[in-house]
């Protein structure tokens, strides 16, 4: 292993190309994540807000996160909407999944709709400094056009529910 880290790995690799021949490769191991797009009583979609160190921007995303080590899909999506918006899902229904950055990274996304919202926070991440905000399906695909949403598991998810959404 090249790296060890708290969220992920790195190991390198030596890849044979479809010629023959050979080349180094670095790859990301991670345990994959979920990404919930919670639907309220009201038809309301609710967002995270917060500050991302590497790209040196607040963004607005869906809730998500790590998958922990043996850890149930689903309990994974309810404990992520209790410590992010503060709700649990009455029904979660899975929709797809994806990889992140397949050309570097094994991170496999869960993709989640979540609707029968009820309160039931959980104590966030320490590292985390969430401000959630929900938004009409409508605004949230305008926010997805015009570039206020710049996050790629929140703009897949976003696409993947649209049927679901009335869309």
């Given at each position: 292993m090249k790296f060890e880290g708290r969220v992920f790995d790195v190991r390198s690799d030596v890849v044979r190309l479809p010629d023959g021949q050979t080349t180094p490769l670095?790859?990301?191991?991670?345990?994959?994540?979920?990404?919930?797009?919670?639907?309220d009583a009201d038809g309301s979609i609710w967002f995270v807000r917060q500050y991302r160190h590497p790209a040196g921007v607040e963004l607005v995303e869906l809730p998500a996160g790590a998958v922990e080590a043996?850890?149930?899909?689903?309990?994974?999506?309810?404990?992520?909407?209790?410590e992010e918006i503060g709700?649990?899902?009455g029904h979660l229904e899975k929709i797809g999944k994806f990889f992140l950055a397949p050309g570097y990274s094994t991170e496999l996304l869960h993709?989640?709709?979540?609707?029968?919202?009820?309160f039931a926070p959980l104590q966030g991440d320490v590292d985390e400094f969430l401000q959630a905000e929900k938004y009409s399906p409508a605004e949230a695909y305008a926010m997805a056009q015009?570039?206020?949403i710049?996050?790629?598991?929140?703009?897949?998810?976003?696409?993947?529910t649209?049927?679901?959404?009335g869309g």
């Amino acid at each position: 292993m090249k790296f060890e880290g708290r969220v992920f790995d790195v190991r390198s690799d030596v890849v044979r190309l479809p010629d023959g021949q050979t080349t180094p490769l670095d790859v990301v191991i991670h345990g994959g994540a979920v990404v919930i797009v919670p639907i309220d009583a009201d038809g309301s979609i609710w967002f995270v807000r917060q500050y991302r160190h590497p790209a040196g921007v607040e963004l607005v995303e869906l809730p998500a996160g790590a998958v922990e080590a043996d850890e149930d899909l689903l309990a994974g999506a309810q404990r992520e909407l209790r410590e992010e918006i503060g709700y649990s899902a009455g029904h979660l229904e899975k929709i797809g999944k994806f990889f992140l950055a397949p050309g570097y990274s094994t991170e496999l996304l869960h993709i989640f709709l979540a609707r029968d919202l009820t309160f039931a926070p959980l104590q966030g991440d320490v590292d985390e400094f969430l401000q959630a905000e929900k938004y009409s399906p409508a605004e949230a695909y305008a926010m997805a056009q015009n570039g206020t949403i710049q996050d790629a598991k929140t703009l897949a998810a976003l696409f993947l529910t649209w049927p679901s959404l009335g869309g």
